[in-house]
């Protein structure tokens, strides 16, 4: 394997496997906190403001007039309202909250996306995918024979594409910018959760028997290369297997026990800020808001250069 071929076949195992580790790795998937402002609606709605824009794009607003502010917000009315019936009700709100929080992970893609779309058509098929990724290994497979079974081509490539099909809700083989998101960040939508689990199972699982015993799930986080004693945190870890875990206590998990440990259902913050909104907007009280209901109540989603001298001096005022 020439110089060359090395440095490619080593980028890609870097970004694609999972190495051993020698310190404790993080499986568990939690919901980001929406903001670490208070929610304290008699003083400040910042907690709103980041919840509903994100932290950096409140901060934006709040440099506005309030005049520009509403304009703003009302082209995210639009955004916001999916199916175009002129409400925005509490899944919609929901599902922006969701979306805002996870930017990140847009902007990722987005980064990403020309290296795949080979042939710019603002799809990325699996075709493109797999020639993008997989293209110099299926040409040239003689001079991979000697990779490990952890950066083996084989294994990965069946894997990716069992991935990209569940991302590929309407099964054309080939991903818009929301299929390619779920496909590389399957972690961050619901409908892939299935898919995060059997992977997880997959990689720890070394003995293929089809469950994760307390010996693998904690080699997943600890290399015992030196013989000596186990960190207390490796003790600790042994105990939360057999408590918490191994559910069924039969020695082992098992995909559901999986599911459970790395997918924990959390308290749903986004169903709670979106409900608080409507709750606080919905002045017909029908359960849903119009553009109209959002903009008469403007400065609780967004934030103005009046709103913002407004918080100041209610916090200055407190502080005396």
């Given at each position: 394997m020439d110089v060359s071929t090395y440095l490619w076949f080593l980028s890609l195992c870097t970004c694609l496997a999972n190495g051993k580790p020698t310190l404790r790795k993080e499986r568990v998937h939690h919901e980001p906190e929406l903001s670490r402002q208070p929610h304290e609606d008699n003083q400040s709605y910042q907690y709103d403001h980041e919840a509903f824009l994100g932290k950096e794009e409140a901060t934006t607003f709040d440099q506005l007039t309030p005049e520009e502010s509403k304009a703003r917000l009302g082209k995210i009315v639009d955004r916001i309202d999916s199916d175009v019936d002129g409400y925005i009700t509490t899944d919609e709100l929901k599902a922006w909250i969701k979306r805002v929080q996870k930017r990140y992970v847009y902007e990722n893609v987005a980064k990403v996306w020309s290296d795949y779309d080979l042939n710019k058509d603002n799809k990325i098929s699996w075709d493109?995918?797999?020639?993008?990724?997989?293209?110099?290994y299926l040409a040239n497979p003689e001079e991979f024979?000697?990779?490990?079974?952890?950066?083996?081509?084989?294994?990965?490539?069946?894997?990716?594409?069992?991935?990209?099909k569940a991302a590929d809700l309407n099964g054309d083989l080939a991903a818009e910018r929301e299929e390619f998101t779920a496909f590389l960040h399957p972690e961050e939508f619901e409908h892939m959760q299935d898919i995060?689990?059997?992977?997880?199972?997959?990689?720890?699982?070394?003995?293929?028997?089809?469950?994760?015993?307390?010996?693998?799930?904690?080699?997943?986080?600890?290399?015992?290369?030196?013989?000596?004693?186990e960190p207390d945190w490796v003790r600790t870890e042994r105990?939360?297997?057999?408590?918490?875990?191994?559910?069924?206590?039969?020695?082992?998990?098992?995909?559901?026990e999986i599911r459970h440990w790395i997918l924990p259902q959390d308290y749903d913050h986004a169903q709670a800020e979106a409900r608080h909104l409507v709750y606080e907007s919905d002045t017909d009280k029908d359960q849903m808001l119009t553009k109209e209901e959002i903009l008469e109540n403007w400065n609780m989603f967004v934030g103005s250069q009046a709103t913002n001298y407004g918080e100041d001096l209610t916090r200055n005022h407190d502080e005396l």
């Open positions: 493109e995918y797999k020639q993008a990724t997989y293209g110099y024979e000697d990779a490990t079974d952890q950066f083996s081509f084989k294994k990965m490539l069946p894997r990716d594409e069992r991935r990209f995060v689990v059997l992977e997880t199972l997959e990689d720890i699982d070394k003995n293929g028997d089809g469950h994760v015993d307390e010996d693998e799930y904690i080699a997943d986080m600890f290399a015992h290369e030196d013989g000596g004693p105990d939360q297997f057999s408590d918490f875990r191994d559910l069924n206590k039969d020695g082992k998990m098992d995909l559901e």
